[in-house]
DNA sequence: CGTTTTTATGAAGGAATTTTATTTAAGGCG
DNA sequence: CGCCTTAAATAAAATTCCTTCATAAAAACG
């Protein structure tokens, strides 16, 4: 921490933190570093990687693989010693507790998911007691299917629509009827003897781009969670975006620019206007033509506007209806003003579109970026996300990760005024 | 810095920074700090201080006060050694370059203004070239009646209006006729020897409300930058805001609202409607009389429309004017609009009108404030600036001594693989 | 089997911290 | 005036981390 004063105690924690991450970094078919990939990864002299190295083997997170595999033994001389990533050394829970759905996923602790489950909410009218009964539950049970006891989850995550206050408790409204007030941590401290810490699903979207989707490494990146309804995670300077006490920071502002309400997603905006286009058609004296405009999803739908989803617009679009594009770039103007707005206020390099929407990029994004040159000077990267309905999850994981990880080198080095 | 592996040089420079924050951070008049009250400050214990605070009187930061001020020797042992910073072991220049005039001051590294001087660019068709020789001059001028060699100038810290690159160009259009592309950090690097910084203005601004205005040490803040212009700097998490390459970030998304200009400073609108109105005033075919609305901004200004400025609409609503009021309320909808966007999006805790305007917040602000609550679910605290027109030279010569500490502190952890 | 090559590891040295003990400078008081 | 108390400076020793250097060890090659 930058407030403690700079002790040898601190250098150890710092170098073994270092060591950790490069072993940690390792993709697990590759895990194997020789102390000499340390020494030359990390700068630090080699006795300093020896004796680091095997503290960690003492604390059960690196293993030292004397063992070497088969005859590959590349050099000349002595053979080096090889260190690996201990992944299974513990495992962290993310929950991601959508409007409809909820999504737990137990990673070891390089993040490889190890179970996974996904229960749908079936009646929307359920109380939030019940919801977090079934969340609850469903945890309990991927870490039981994982083979896990208790004490092997060594931090557990949870993302939820809605601003949460640093107690873990939802505040204001949020897309889950009943959850105001509902004090998460609380929740889901009684399964579990890990630490919980409960965080906005936008942000964990953006954690899990960070990580794993498609934004990289990027410093400004620009986060849209759209699905039924439309959220936003950013991250500046590499640092996220959180606002006073974790408070509000959503897409109220739409409201200034117009009929735009945050809570009209991507998915949702696009299929109502897909429902009225087939309802159009259907009024029409002719029946549709294939080929012509408002055919394709006409047909993909049985000319039923209620059977309409957003995937058939997609589809639609993609077969050439241009009926259907045009309800499509309709369906994506709330989003557009979004992007544009945050664009000007934050300039950043990248958006993300990110949920389950970002499975139909192909046909999303050039009506996105062409509407976004008519509305901002400088268009930034605009990209769909590979994880889609799972960005949240797996932002939950890696915050769960970083916590336990922190946890974890914290007692190495022991404050002198303890 | 965060790759540096961990040795005992880099305890040794934590540790100096430590010592030196703590005795800059002092008042000038209470500016001594024994060692015992280092060591209670900050956790290290005494021969560390002891060691680490001969080190900075070596260097020539600190001084060691022997000769121990009258008879105040409090406590009954043996007495302590008394530190305290020398505010006067090097200076830093701060650079205001803006639409209408440049501010330039000089401050000791405690941040006390020795020398400040400000001229007006007169004709507002003067070329690029002039003005920054104009500004070069100033700047030389103002070290000379400091006081001051070249050598003993730090560091160099220059805002202007505008996107600037990490070179030190502005990039894109700004308030200054021909400025875009100009190479400031190059043009004041002929005077200086020392390091030159270009900012963006805004961003000065927070910094400098962040340091001496009313930001405090908010972590979440937004600084209005109000005058002719309308600008924007933002800081989340106690993190600068400055977008990609620090690239445009600004208050664009304006015109995505409507006809709201971001050229359109409080100034400039408030003025423009308080014209409006004294023209209206003056085609009337009654005089106004004294007491009717209007009456009191026509009576300010003789009725000559051209006559009215900001001030003058300022001045008559704190006289009751209801319709120079009205002038104002409409005049201030740009802001609140602005405000109410980047409360939504950033949720900070605190936003900070600066810049001239700032001296009208007594009738500013109950407005302001009375239509953000109509625009925003939950207002933020929005206080005017005591620093007002001086915020950003102000800001300037924070982050000049930011880096001129910075470079002082850097070579006492000089890295093992040089 | 010796040589070569590469790595592991021990030992020494240095630099920063801490704790402990001693010295030093002042004030209080008989 | 001189001794005692007090609190700080400082010296000394111990600790712990890093480094470099030297030596030992283990494998491959001729």
Redo the contacts between chains.
Sequence with gaps: MPGD????A??????AA?ILAKLRERPPERAEMSSGDLVDA???SRPTVHAAAHHLVELGWVRETTDRVDGRLSGRGRPSRVFSFVANAGHVLGIDIGAHSVRVAVADLRGVFVAEARIAFGDPSVGPEQRITQVRKLAVEVVRTAGLRDEQVLAVCVGTSG?VDADGVVQQRTGIPGFLGVDLRAALARDFSAQVYVENDCNLALIGERWRGRAGAS??VVCLLAGERLGVGMC??G???????N???????LS??GDYSRDDGIARAVRRRGASLVAEVAARDTPPLPGTPGAELSALTGGDPRRVSASDVFEAVRRGDLDAAGALEEGLETAA?AI???T??????LVVITGAVAAAGDVLLPPLRRRLTE????V?RVEASPLREQAVVTGAVRLALDTAETDFLDPLAPAP?A
Excluded: C, H, K, Y
Excluded at 10 to 15: G, K
């Design positions: 004063i700079a002790t040898s601190l250098a150890r924690r710092v170098n270092r990390t700068g630090m601003p410093q400004d500046t300077g640092t996220l975006v959180r606002g006073q006490a408070s509000a920071r959503d897409l109220g502002f200034l620019m003003r544009a707005t945050l000007m206020l934050l300039a950043p390099e509305l901002v000077p400088r930034p005024t």
